[in-house]
C-alpha cells in the first residue's frame, strides 16, 4: 500500500484528500468524523481511504475488550460498572484506531442493524390504531 503522503493529488479528488484529512483530525482531537465516499469507479476512492489507516491516531483501551473500552469511561457490559483498581488489574493497550470498510454492495440492515418485527413480543403495541 502506498504511504497517504505519497498518494497523487489531482482537482479531481483534491475534496476526497480534504475531507479525508478533516476526519483524521478530528480523530485525534477525540470526535471522530465518518465518512462515505461514492463516486465513479477507478477515482481512487478506496486507495485513498485505505491509506488514511495509516495516519489515523491509535486508542487505549482496557486490554482485550471488543468493544474498545476507554478506561476513563468503560461502556460495555463488561467493564461499564468496574472501579479504576479492577480496570487497572486487567490493564490497558494501545492499538489502531478501528477503521471499518463496507462493501459497495452491503445493505442497510446489514450496516446499521435490523429489527424482526415477525418476532415481536405480543405485548409490544403496534404504533397505529392502539391495536396489540
Do not use: W
Not at 476526519?23 to 476512492?45: I, N
Not at 487505549?60 to 463488561?78: F, S, V, W
Request: some cysteine; hydrophobic content about 35%; aromatic content about 6%.
Amino acid at each position: 500500500m502506498i504511504p497517504f503522503s505519497m498518494l497523487e493529488r489531482y482537482e479531481g479528488n483534491e475534496a476526497l484528500f480534504q475531507t479525508v484529512m478533516m476526519s483524521v483530525v478530528s480523530s485525534y482531537a477525540g470526535e471522530p468524523l465518518h465518512l462515505h465516499a461514492e463516486g465513479l469507479r477507478g477515482t481512487g476512492k478506496t486507495t485513498i481511504m485505505r491509506a488514511a489507516r495509516g495516519i489515523l491516531p491509535t486508542i487505549t483501551r482496557i486490554k482485550g475488550c471488543i468493544y474498545n473500552c476507554d478506561p476513563l469511561d468503560p461502556h460495555c457490559p463488561e467493564h461499564r460498572n468496574l472501579s479504576g483498581s479492577e480496570i487497572e488489574a486487567i490493564g490497558t493497550e494501545e492499538i489502531p484506531m478501528p477503521f471499518l470498510e463496507i462493501s459497495h454492495s452491503a445493505k442497510v440492515g446489514t450496516v446499521a442493524g435490523s429489527i424482526d418485527l415477525a418476532r415481536r413480543p405480543s405485548c409490544m403495541p403496534f404504533s397505529r390504531a392502539g391495536k396489540r
